[in-house]
């Protein structure tokens, strides 16, 4: 099954250079067509690195030269600084230079992949001792914001530190970590999407949410970049306290999935016929699960767990909300949903979901690891 599954990804990415030209996907907001951008959204590596497992998959060329032009567009935009004020460093620059790099060795690609952790760098806070997610600095709102989604922008860091030797990386991903795992992670093993401190002296002020159903919920997305960024902050560090906290949170997931194990959008958002899944959420999930897994012995109770709830995820998806029988279709996974309480991308495609979701069956049926460690 993963590898027909594979197999119908490649063709689609295939037909998608042609659609989609020099532009970068991002969204569909019609459940049939992806929204288009210059390189200057939050989410333009995704395509890159699909591009970039498609032609390790295929070998072919075609992938190769696109990918390549990708990184091109990487590199115009740090040069200019376009629209990057924000911590998404990781994921724009993880999944297309350092993919490069990591598949070709090419030295541009990690030059560039190394200026661009200086980026992310430039958004640690001294004072508060945190990332800053989104925004200048000193910013009313946003200046004392950390968010969940960042643990999968600190690999970049990681990769820095062991790439050019200078600890001042690393110290700064372990410390995010360290912050979201107190401030993000609750004592029932969910998590809050987002966590305010003040600017002046890095006192906690509380908890809230950008994209779940309240301030108090869980969004699934989330949680499961809980799961997979805690995971990969293990695999650097080594401290076991990260994939304790992967592995609770993975529990939590699994155990409020519904009947087919593809997650609502909010894990307490009130549950009708019109509540919107998160099939990407679902994908990110099964990649976090698959990483813990690489770490636990055999014997280890959780292995079996989690191996089923990968098993069953990836059958839903694949069965239920992949376009493996579309032919034509542009996304790979329906059911998405990108901003369900600001009405963005409601039941529709996710390039993020697309990445992850062949991420994980690459990991099953390759044993691929992504690009988020060498």
Not at 6 to 24: P, Q
Not at 57 to 76: G, L
Not at 125 to 151: F, P, V
Not at 211 to 239: D, E, M, P, V
Request: aromatic fraction near 14%; proline fraction near 3%.
């Amino acid at each position: 099954m993963w590898k027909l599954a594979i197999e119908d990804a490649v063709k689609k990415t295939r037909k998608n250079i042609d659609r989609f030209g020099e532009l970068f996907p991002h969204v569909s907001m019609d459940g049939k067509k992806y929204e288009l951008n210059d390189n200057d959204d939050w989410t333009d590596g995704f395509w890159s690195g699909m591009l970039w497992m498609c032609y390790e998959y295929s070998n072919d060329p075609i992938f190769n030269v696109k990918a390549q032009k990708t990184v091109e567009s990487f590199q115009k935009r740090l040069n200019n600084n376009i629209v990057l004020n924000h911590h998404d460093i990781g994921f724009l620059y993880s999944l297309s230079s350092k993919a490069q790099w990591m598949i070709q060795k090419n030295e541009s690609a990690r030059e560039l992949t190394l200026q661009a952790a200086d980026k992310l760098l430039s958004r640690w806070r001294e004072k508060g001792q945190y990332l800053q997610a989104w925004g200048l600095k000193n910013d009313e709102i946003e200046g004392g914001r950390i968010i969940i989604d960042c643990l999968l922008n600190l690999p970049i860091l990681y990769w820095a530190s062991e790439q050019t030797g200078d600890p001042k990386y690393r110290d700064v991903a372990e410390a995010q970590a360290e912050k979201s795992r107190t401030y993000l992670v609750r004592g029932d093993d969910s998590s809050y999407h987002t966590f305010f401190f003040n600017q002046e002296t890095g006192e906690p002020i509380g908890g809230a949410t950008h994209q779940g159903y309240t301030n108090g919920s869980t969004w699934t997305r989330g949680q499961a970049w809980g799961i997979y960024g805690f995971a990969l902050s293990y695999h650097s560090t080594k401290k076991l306290v990260y994939l304790e906290t992967a592995k609770r949170m993975a529990k939590y997931f699994i155990e409020h999935l519904p009947e087919d194990y593809v997650p609502y959008w909010d894990f307490y958002a009130p549950i009708n016929d019109n509540t919107p899944r998160d099939s990407s959420a679902a994908s990110i999930a099964v990649c976090g699960l698959i990483e813990i897994i690489r770490y636990l012995k055999e014997d280890d109770p959780n292995a079996a767990y989690f191996e089923a709830a990968i098993q069953r995820m990836m059958k839903s998806l694949v069965e239920n909300y992949s376009t493996i029988n579309e032919k034509d279709a542009e996304g790979l996974l329906k059911h998405g949903s990108y901003h369900v309480r600001g009405n963005l991308a409601i039941d529709d495609y996710m390039i993020w979901g697309d990445y992850f979701y062949l991420e994980a069956l690459m990991r099953l049926e390759k044993n691929h690891k992504g690009y988020w460690y060498e």
